[in-house]
């Protein structure tokens, strides 16, 4: 990481870090689905320790569920000191929810994601129990707002 990318006490800028992530998950997201692919959602964003000015930074993207349209990404942030070999670590982890999109920018079927992995599984049924939370929180939200006149 740059000066350009750090704060004045020598830390990156979460959002600098935010890009890279964004960055990858639509790369991973296109690779997987061979089509465009547009952000929705960043969730769980964990900065686990802090990014500094001259760390060597890795973004690792796995995809870890899919939907008809859309495409779960888990990123994974890395640092090291290159001067230091054994200062690999983690340091921010996050899910992107991604949505394939055709040439007219509607949303495109995604191929099915089948896990195979214990660790691939587990992911899995982490992302479809939190989707299935989320629909459930804003199919209830609506309802309230719309006993409210908002709606």
């Given amino acids: 990481m740059e000066p350009e990318h750090a704060n004045l006490y020598g830390s990156v800028h979460g959002g600098e870090i935010m890009r890279m992530m964004d960055t990858t998950a639509g790369c ?9 692919c547009v952000t929705a959602r960043a969730d769980e ?27 779960e990404v888990r990123i994974t942030v890395d640092t090291e000191d290159l001067r230091d070999s054994q200062s690999k670590s983690r340091a921010i982890e996050a899910f992107f929810t991604l ?30 129990t939190r989707r299935e939370f989320d629909r459930e929180r804003r199919e ?4 309230i707002a719309a006993q409210k006149g908002h709606i």
């Fill in 28 to 36: 991973t997201a296109i690779k997987y689905s061979k089509t465009p």
């Fill in 140 to 143: 209830a939200a609506k309802r």
């Fill in 99 to 128: 949505v394939a999109i055709d040439k007219n920018g509607k949303p495109a079927p995604v191929p099915p994601f089948v896990p195979e992995t214990d660790r691939e599984k587990e992911l899995y049924e982490y992302v479809k």
């Fill in 45 to 71: 964003l964990q900065f686990i320790k802090p990014v500094h000015l001259g760390d060597f930074v890795t973004c690792s993207g796995t995809i870890v569920y899919t939907g008809t349209t859309s495409i």
